[in-house]
């Protein structure tokens, strides 16, 4: 059968693919346009996408019989793939959770520190040659341990942050979800504009949907406390960036530490202007023992297909 990996993977993870399938790669670390989507469906059995790739509707419109009858998507975030449209083809749709649940809760972590302590102002500073030694005044943060976080999300992500924040930092947890939670330690579900209203630092961590899509908008953010710093690690547009940087900009509440963006790559200047925002670019999962596994993931994915067994995490 013949598999294309969008973009080359770890080196353990393309050999393993070269001795099942007829492996090929792009050269290119962009992702895949509409066209060449298009010409994947046609020529290609298995399809191994990874973030940004646009397999949307368009992708699959005049593509009457795709070659190509499973996307084993390289990540647990699928909003880059219209599974419907898929569906639709005959196109089977796979993810790769679990994997990415650790790595992405400790850059939650890091941003919420990062950005509570003044971090990443606090290295510029020192890199610029501009600090002049302490003072029992410089650069105030927020005091993380005993504070009251909302987790908006709580799936085995939110859970791994909140897990963090209360087992580590002795954080009181509330959360937002469709349903009750057990984690294994005391957790309270509100509504999302109670939970923000309450909380010291909030963490974006549900997937991304129609449902989801600017959830956190200029309305919502009116709920913060001016004290209160929000943390995104989900996807970029389940906060309007526009309204998140008017109420940054006026010091509505206190900081934002974001590792995903509204128009990836693109990050505005008006948060790089900021000093209260701290900035990473999408790091949540780049850790080498991580992508191995979530390349690991999405190629058993394949080889079920290819095997006719029952797909292991399907969409």
């Known amino acids: 059968m013949r598999l294309l ?5 770890p080196d353990r993870v393309m050999a393993a693919a070269a001795e099942r399938f007829e492996l090929s790669t792009r050269d290119l670390d962009a992702p895949m346009s509409v066209e060449e989507c298009r010409a994947a469906l046609g020529e290609q059995d298995v399809i191994i996408p990874t973030l940004g790739d646009a397999f949307r509707a368009p992708a699959f419109e005049g593509v009457e019989t795709p070659r190509c009858k499973l996307l084993a998507n390289f990540g647990v975030g699928y909003n880059h793939i219209d599974v419907a449209a898929a569906r639709a083809k005959g196109v089977a749709v796979t993810n ?7 790595a992405t809760a400790d850059i939650a972590m890091t941003l919420i520190l990062m950005t509570a302590r003044r971090a990443g102002e606090g290295e510029r500073i020192v890199r610029k040659g501009e600090w002049g030694g302490w003072a029992p005044t410089q650069m105030l943060g927020l005091h993380v ?3 009251t976080v909302a987790i908006i999300g ?5 859970q791994a942050i909140a897990r963090r924040c209360h087992l580590g930092f002795d954080c009181r947890i509330l ?16 509504e999302m504009k109670d939970a923000l209203a309450e909380a010291d630092i909030v963490v974006m961590a549900v997937p991304a949907t129609p449902e989801t899509h600017h959830m956190i908008d200029a309305e919502a953010l ?3 406390q001016s004290h209160a710093i929000l943390v995104n690690i989900a996807r970029g547009d389940v906060i309007d960036e526009a309204a ?11 900081g934002a530490g974001l590792d995903v963006y509204e128009f990836e790559p693109k990050v505005p200047a008006e948060l790089i202007a900021m000093e209260h925002v701290t900035l990473l670019p999408h790091l949540g999962t780049s850790t080498l023992e991580v992508r191995e596994a979530m390349g690991m993931m999405a190629l058993e994915n394949a080889i079920a297909f290819a095997e006719g067994r029952d797909l292991p995490n399907p969409v």
Do not use: H, N, W
Request: zero cysteines; charged letters at 30%.
């Open 96 to 102: 790769t959770p679990g994997a990415v649940t650790d």
């Open 154 to 158: 709580m799936g085995r992500i939110g």
């Open 145 to 147: 341990t005993g504070k």
């Open 244 to 254: 998140l940087i008017d109420a940054l900009q006026a010091k509505r509440f206190a």
């Open 175 to 190: 959360y937002t979800a469709r349903s009750d939670k057990d984690p294994g330690f005391p957790v309270e579900r509100r």
């Open 222 to 224: 009116k709920s913060l």
């Open 5 to 9: 990996i969008s973009r080359a993977l």
